[in-house]
């Protein structure tokens, strides 16, 4: 544990575990929420789903080039800072009930955290040593998978409520 004697890397683990738990709380939420309105077309949910999952394709071949060639750190905090934004509008969208807009909004929002990842790596090697670099990536894919774990794990104790 003494990489969090880095008080750069704890800042930046910290923000990574605050993004990836409003991620994971926010999908999971969503889901809830297309499912619970719309039980007879769960289609929905299954779009939302294709929403996070589809912009990689149109932007997995510009996200390590903005990572390495611009501010890493600009490129962190402006991609969460923009989705806070988005989800802001979301909830605006989802109150007023503008369902096709739920989507546009979700793709736009899905396709800006897909530079978050880079830029997060790229800010690492810059703050780490070496031999510190492959525990900090290990520390985040854990937290990445325990959130992948919780997210799912949700689903249960919702079906029971």
């Given amino acids: 544990m003494t990489i969090f004697k880095n008080r750069l890397f704890t800042k930046l683990f910290l923000a990574t575990f605050t993004s990836q738990l409003g991620s994971t709380i926010g ?4 889901a ?3 499912l619970d309105h719309f039980s007879k077309q769960p289609f929905y949910a299954t779009i939302a789903e294709l929403m996070y999952s589809l912009p990689i394709l149109f ?3 510009l996200v390590g080039v903005a ?3 611009l501010d ?3 490129i962190a905090v402006n991609s969460d800072w923009i989705r806070a934004g ?3 509008l979301l909830l605006a969208v989802i109150y007023f009930n503008i369902l096709w807009l739920v989507f546009v909004i979700l ?7 897909k530079f978050f990842a880079p830029a997060e790596m790229s800010i690492l090697q810059g703050v780490l040593d070496k031999e510190q670099y492959m525990q900090a990536s290990g520390l985040n894919q854990t937290v990445m998978g325990l959130f ?3 997210g799912m794990g949700m689903g249960p104790f919702r079906i029971i409520i």
């Fill in 59 to 61: 932007v997995f071949f």
């Fill in 107 to 113: 793709f736009i929002r899905s396709t800006v955290s």
């Fill in 32 to 34: 809830f929420y297309l």
């Fill in 27 to 30: 999908n999971v939420a969503f």
């Fill in 67 to 69: 990572a390495d060639r």
């Fill in 72 to 74: 890493r750190k600009k």
């Fill in 148 to 150: 992948m774990l919780f």
């Fill in 86 to 88: 988005l989800t802001v």
